[in-house]
């Protein structure tokens, strides 16, 4: 950065020694000033720490984290590091307490009714979330997957990704990815949808006017036609997992529901690919 030369009182420029006295005092100036610029203990500033679930418990109270695991909701909301082999789902080893998540939030939660635990809700992707460590819980609970929304024939879509580790912002190509996806009918009265094979969702990314990446290539589906009469209110969701791999770059993301009577609810956004 170019600094404007100091005006003298003669206008001349000139330059005068530094006594002894005063050239300490400016090492000391200076010493200050660095150790003040890489502090972290600045008013204002906070450090987000990112851990894994089971490591919230063990942190003093009003550490930021950033942490993702599968969501388990039973009774109380979990944060797994794990899930267990057998059904229903439930944490294995440590997780982390959610102090303030609404479900509605939740991107392809899903719900069943459990004759050990009751009723039960989960996620089939991992979740990232962005909290505060009260009491050895998480509060203040944000979700740090970016949702990607989409308003169509009376449907409202939503998408997400998962990787791991988590980036809020960048897809890694190389590595397995869970695209969740789930549609809500947001009219008052039912919609009619058709699908023709099993296949339920669609993601795409293009460079352009060219397709460069579709979830469902190499994929097998039943085919069968199924007509859905889909209640208002009612939200369902899906989970497709794949190996993704496409070179770096910056490519445009759609995303729909495969059924006749969905047609205009497509998600479109610029997504930005990098490499592990």
Do not use: H
């Amino acid at each position: 950065m170019k600094r404007r030369p100091s005006a003298s009182p003669t206008g001349a420029g000139t330059r005068r020694a530094l006594g002894p006295s005063q050239a300490i005092l400016l090492v000391v100036l200076v010493i200050g000033l660095v150790a003040a610029a890489c502090s972290s203990d600045e008013p204002g500033q906070t450090t987000t720490q990112t851990i894994e679930p089971g490591d919230v418990a063990t942190l003093d109270d009003g550490t930021e984290v950033l942490t993702q695991g599968i969501l388990v909701i039973s009774g109380d909301t979990r944060l797994c590091g794990a899930i267990a082999d057998s059904p229903p789902p439930r944490c294995e080893g440590p997780s982390a307490i959610l102090g303030d998540l609404s479900p509605d939030d939740i991107v392809a939660l899903n719900s069943a009714s459990d004759p050990e635990v009751g009723e039960l809700s989960w996620t089939s992707y991992e979740l990232a979330v962005s909290g505060t460590v009260d009491n050895g819980i998480l509060v203040n609970v944000e979700i740090a997957n970016r949702v990607y929304p989409a308003v169509g024939d009376g449907l409202r879509m939503r998408l997400v990704w998962s990787q791991s580790p988590f980036f809020p912002r960048q897809l890694r190509s190389g590595e397995e990815i869970r695209w969740a996806v789930d549609i809500t009918n947001i009219l008052d009265e039912p919609i009619e949808l058709t699908f023709t094979s099993g296949q339920v969702a669609e993601v795409t990314l293009s460079d352009g006017d060219t397709e460069v990446y579709r979830w469902a290539d190499g994929k097998v589906f039943t085919q069968e036609i199924n007509e859905v009469e889909f209640e208002a209110g009612r939200t369902s969701g899906a989970t497709l997992a794949d190996l993704f791999v496409l070179d770096p770059g910056t490519y445009t993301l759609r995303a729909w529901v495969v059924a006749t009577g969905a047609e205009n609810a497509v998600i479109e956004a610029p997504v930005e690919v990098i490499e592990n």
